[in-house]
């Protein structure tokens, strides 16, 4: 059993990074386009949370494809955790109350994708076939 589950761990990886990838992505594509509609409305395209809905949705498009992704990755990482101690972490130190459970589970993610890579279904895998 155990090496069955082992042979299958690179794919998951992908699965990991592809499903974190697209989560992640909506999220910009709120801040962005406003889609799904959200109560807070769109930011302002050069402020920061305008840049923030920039990295969601094309950083997160990027690490969905699996191209550039232990780089784009790291810097998705730090805006993770840059966003949990900025809008979260001054509410409540828990994590429950506070509202900042997707933001620390998006910056351990990518910062797994760093060291791990983007596994087998990416599009970094396939140029590094070349």
Same mark, same amino acid.
């Given at each position: ?10 794919? *998951?990886?992908?699965? /990991?990074? *592809?499903?974190? #990838? =697209? ?8 801040? /962005? ?10 930011? $302002? ?6 840049? #923030?809905?920039?990295? $969601?949705?094309?950083?997160? #498009? ?34 429950? /109350?506070?509202?900042?459970? =997707?933001? *620390? ?18 599009? %970094?895998?396939?140029? %590094?076939? $070349?």
């Amino acid at each position: 059993m155990s090496d069955t589950l082992s042979a299958w761990a690179p794919r *998951i990886l992908s699965v /990991l990074r *592809i499903v974190a #990838a =697209a989560v992640f992505m909506v999220h910009g594509s709120q801040k /962005l386009f406003g889609v799904p509609p959200s109560e807070h409305g769109s930011p $302002e395209l050069l402020s920061f949370m305008g840049l #923030a809905g920039i990295l $969601e949705f094309f950083g997160g #498009a990027l690490l969905l494809v699996g191209l550039f992704t232990r780089p784009v990755a790291f810097v998705l990482s730090g805006m993770m955790a840059v966003a949990y101690f900025m809008a979260h972490a001054p509410k409540s130190f828990f994590p429950a /109350l506070n509202g900042g459970d =997707a933001a *620390i589970l998006f910056c351990f993610v990518f910062l797994y994708l760093v060291f791990a890579g983007p596994g087998p279904w990416s599009l %970094d895998a396939a140029r %590094d076939e $070349e």
